[in-house]
């Protein structure tokens, strides 16, 4: 199993950009789906992005869909989510989750089997 841990949150303008990073350790992660969720105080965590295991196939929350893009580099057991045109409702603690031969309904968080200990976004207008 690997074990997830992100970076790369801050707080930026609205309009601007953040790259956040998910490291894994662990054998085998080329084998692991991953998605990031995100969960805004007083509200549920909610998905956002993921990639399938071979980085074939990609989904995203329509809420974000043209401002981010998930990517991963298997060679350096990383994921990233590149948010692009921030907005001030995109403010929320941001989680990476793998779910080892995972595939289809990306967005149920209940399919991943590890999670990081997630990273702040904050977005002002």
């Known amino acids: 199993q690997v074990q997830l841990v992100e970076s790369g949150g801050g707080s930026v303008q609205a309009g601007g950009s953040l790259r956040l990073s998910c490291a894994a350790s662990?054998?085998?992660?080329?084998?692991?789906?991953v998605g990031w969720f995100r969960q805004a105080p007083g509200k549920e965590r909610e998905f956002a992005a993921a990639?399938?295991?071979?980085?074939?196939?990609?989904s995203y929350a329509d809420s974000v869909k043209g401002r981010f893009t998930i990517s991963r580099d298997n060679a350096k057991n990383t994921v990233y989510l590149q948010m692009n045109n921030l907005k001030p409702e995109d403010t929320a603690v941001y989680y990476c989750?793998?779910?080892?031969?995972?595939?289809?309904?990306?967005?149920?968080?209940?399919?991943?089997?590890?999670w990081g200990q997630g990273t702040q976004v904050t977005v002002s207008s």
């Open positions: 989750a793998a779910g080892q031969y995972l595939s289809g309904t990306y967005y149920n968080s209940g399919r991943y089997d590890t």
């Open positions: 662990g054998r085998a992660f080329s084998t692991y789906a």
């Open positions: 990639m399938s295991w071979s980085g074939g196939r990609t």
